[in-house]
């Protein structure tokens, strides 16, 4: 792979991990407009390191929270951390059985299916839409909404539907802080992330090339560094209640799409 390459897809994986933009949305219609010899096909192995590497960078932004959690789980008590962390397991509960049971069923939805993507990106809007215009509260996120957010970033597995604006927005519209929210949906993909990255490992499937080294870590800091920047903007923007500038965006790339795909 291309140092280029590297660079622009770590960008792009780091971005759109936390922006409310579906980044496979993206890479499908990237791959229909440009042809598919046109963008860098991601080895498994590449794509294990820019999801570690959003992973990485999401702890970084909320290393104080993660260690205010850590240091509340082991006092073995039935405080605010461990109930945290309890709703981010049971969040995790959908998106593992979709996952585990239903892989290649969604697999056959990616590849060439614009159409698909177009509208998903459209039910992206409209949550944005609505989340945006959601009242502030200082409302916890509650177990039976917890596993309702776990529903959101299952169904987020679709193409076109951003797993952060699914997320946030479920949570939300039932009526959560908007802080919180984005600190849930932030923090509770972190185990998933690590959760693939084990089994892609021990399936056998990973191939390491020392010839890549160099793509490899250049793709990783890229990804990182945007992370970053996307993950911190990203809960600024929901603080400020900006969603409908990507409820726009998504609209308006969603309606390209299936214009795009209806016309070919």
Request: proline letters at 2%; aromatic letters at 10%; glycine letters at 8%.
């Amino acid at each position: 792979m291309e140092i280029i390459d590297a660079i622009i897809l770590g960008i792009i994986q780091g971005l759109t991990e936390f922006l409310p933009v579906s980044s496979s949305g993206h890479l499908e219609i990237g791959k229909a407009i440009l042809g598919d010899n046109s963008v860098p096909e991601e080895s498994l192995l590449f794509t294990v390191v820019l999801h570690f590497a959003t992973a990485l960078s999401t702890m970084v932004v909320f290393r104080k929270d993660i260690l205010e959690l850590l240091k509340g789980v082991f006092k073995f008590e039935w405080n605010d951390d461990l109930q945290f962390v309890s709703k981010i397991a049971i969040s995790m509960i959908p998106a593992v059985i979709v996952g585990l049971f239903f892989e290649d069923q969604l697999e056959q939805l990616f590849g060439d299916n614009i159409l698909l993507v177009g509208c998903m990106l459209i039910v992206t809007a409209i949550l944005l839409f609505l989340a945006d215009r959601a009242k502030d509260t200082q409302k916890k996120v509650s177990f039976s909404n917890a596993f309702i957010i776990g529903i959101s970033q299952a169904v987020a597995m679709l193409p076109g539907i951003s797993r952060s604006g699914a997320t946030i927005s479920t949570s939300v519209l039932l009526g959560n802080d908007k802080t919180k929210a984005a600190r849930f949906s932030f923090l509770m993909v972190v185990p998933l992330i690590f959760g693939k990255i084990g089994k892609d490992i021990f399936s056998g499937d990973l191939r390491y090339d020392s010839t890549n080294f160099t793509s490899l870590s250049i793709g990783f800091i890229a990804a990182f560094i945007a992370g970053l920047f996307a993950c911190t903007w990203m809960i600024a923007l929901v603080k400020k209640s900006k969603l409908s500038y990507f409820a726009i965006y998504c609209a308006i790339v969603g309606t390209v799409a299936i214009i795009f795909s209806l016309l070919n």
